[in-house]
């Protein structure tokens, strides 16, 4: 038995050593340094320990439109985008002709690389001294005046950037849903039919029942990769996010550590944790949610 | 309700584009079923066993021909207007309803008029419940039941409201041998007390054989013989349906019809009265035979299976089509089985013959 044990560890050990080094250590490290309050980079010295770093964070103005913005982010987002996924998979999925191309075609911004996609946004929304976007000249075609939506007003920023979010989720979503539709079992829908069940029946008491812990899973995952939106606010407005006034909790963190204001891995590191808890929050309420609504 | 079918046919097109030619899974069936009868449907797989019930059903339009239910013409009618209940071969239970939920489903489809309350809903499922004996179940989900319960409440989701005709497709292929056995009783039960007229499909002639009132044997998308079980297996028309009929299966030998007298091998069986000469095969049921040393017939002694009040005698002959041969006799019968030979007598009745071309029956 003893031996067993020993042959198991020996198993376990490189998983155990690269997860210790690489996830458990930074964590805890994380953790340390956002208790301790003044922390010099270049000394690796601190003058004591407490929750001030918390404090700091949580008043400071930037924190609180970071967060703001992402919680903005994830509420349109998050249920549109999945809303979306699902209506567009069930047209893919009663189609067809060319439904092999359409796929392909809805799929293409997975595979396409996050900055070139800014740059096609940049194409549509962005008005300069010089040109209008694609999406101003509809606009103004249609008897309004042109709005600046990467330098301009709030709402149209954000505007963007939610339709930025929510182009670039898609994809997988709707991978994910249209392999779930296709993996009801016709024969739910032959026994519907000879039972004479309207389509809105058939898909509210069977198909979305049948596929619901998909749309849960998108949902959940959803959610976590909104909160840690950070990537596509970098393409859409670049790197100064404080100053566009669309920096995000991830946004924040990095310019912490990194930005040009950076240096401090203690304020970092909590808002880091406080991110961490919203996240762990909003899941565990998702997971309760689920119980009830998901079935098997 | 009798069901009707007349010159029923459906074609599929080839999935091999290049060859135009149709397949042909249903062709031109004939044939009326009784009222108030259970009705076995019974072929090989892929004969079109299920396409023919999908078209009773109407999940599939018939390229020729009509079907009709009693005097209706149901030939175009979508399924949910003509009153046929179906169990599908793997159930198609709701995973995420009850029992209770998935019985009252087809009820609350129900529009108009003939729409219920919730009560009058829950007292129907309950009674059809009650009549598989489901009863005890209706607050489980179909992952939580045995496969025979959910056999059951799948028939009586098909039951509950009350159909002119219920379809039953291979309603005991997923079930093990008891429960097998046991549900094939039970689906007699219910069929004799509600009184519907039920089709069902199978592959397993002991199946067809034990529960119906009338059998049909298809082969191929074509009709090939109906009647009482009994009849079928006593009097097939051709040598398929006494192939496919029957375990052990018939013991088929390569055959001569000589000067009116019918020979295998060298071996005279027979008198075949008012016959020309020609190639046949002749069929012998396992159970057709009478042990005698000095029998017409003889066969190469292989083993001796002795399973308690019968005997069976495996042995092989050159001239018969199947590699061994299975005979049935009483236990009484005792055989040695160091003999290299054993000889049989043969009971008239069981001796079938079949001309060597179109394997269509000849009367001895």
Known sequence: MKKNNLKAWLYLLPAILFLGVFMVYPLIDVLVYSFEEGYNFASQEYFGTGIYNYSYVLHDTYFLQALKNTLILVIITVPLSTGIALLISLALNSIKPL?????????????TNTLAVGLVFMVLFKKTAY????????????????????????WAKMLVTCIYTIWIVMPFKI???????????????????????????????????????????????????AFKAYSDEVALFGTDLNAAGMNTMV?????????DSGGYPSYASAAALILFSIVFTITIINLLISKNKVHY | MKVVLEHLTKKFPNRNKKIKEDVIAV??????????????????????????????????????GKIFFGEDDVTKLPPENRGIGLVFQNYALYPHLTVEKNIMFPLENLKGDKKLTKEEMKKKALETAKLVQIDAYMERKPAELSGGQQQRVAIARALVKLPKVLLLDEPLSNLDARLRLQTREEIRRIQRETKITTIFVTHDQEEAMSISDMIVVMKDGLFQQMGKPQEVYNEPVNLFVAKFLGTPPINVFKAKIK?????????????????????VFAGIRPEGVILNPKGRLTCKLDRVEVMGRDTSVVCTNDHATNDILRFIIPAENKIDEDDKTVSFDIKPSKLHVFDAKTEEVIKL
Do not use: H, W
């Not at chain 1, 439904?99 to 595979?111: A, C, D, E, G, S």
């Not at chain 1, 249209?178 to 029946?201: F, H, I, M, P």
């Not at chain 1, 946004?251 to 930005?259: A, F, K, S």
């Open chain 1, 175 to 225: 991978l994910i849903l249209t392999s779930a539709l296709a993996s009801v079992d016709e024969q739910y829908y032959k026994a519907a039919k000879v039972d004479g069940t309207s389509r809105g029946r058939i898909f509210f008491k069977i198909t979305l029942p049948m596929i619901s812990p998909m749309i849960f899973y998108l949902v959940i995952t959803g959610f976590i990769g």
């Open chain 2, 259 to 279: 000067k009116e007298k019918l020979y295998i091998g060298e071996a005279e069986i027979c008198d075949a009265k008012n016959l020309s000469d020609r190639d």
């Open chain 1, 251 to 259: 946004g924040y963190v990095y310019d912490m550590l990194y930005g």
């Open chain 1, 131 to 154: 040109s209008e976007g694609l999406i101003n000249l509809l606009i103004n075609a249609l008897g309004f005046s042109s709005v600046d939506f990467i330098d301009g007003p709030y």
């Open chain 1, 99 to 111: 439904k092999n191309f359409f796929q392909t075609v809805y799929f293409l911004p997975y595979v």
């Open chain 2, 27 to 64: 062709n031109d069936f004939n044939f009326e079923i009784p009222d108030g009868k259970l009705i076995g449907l019974l072929g090989p797989s892929g004969c079109g066993k299920s396409t023919m019930l999908n078209l009773i059903s109407g999940l599939e339009t018939p390229t020729e």
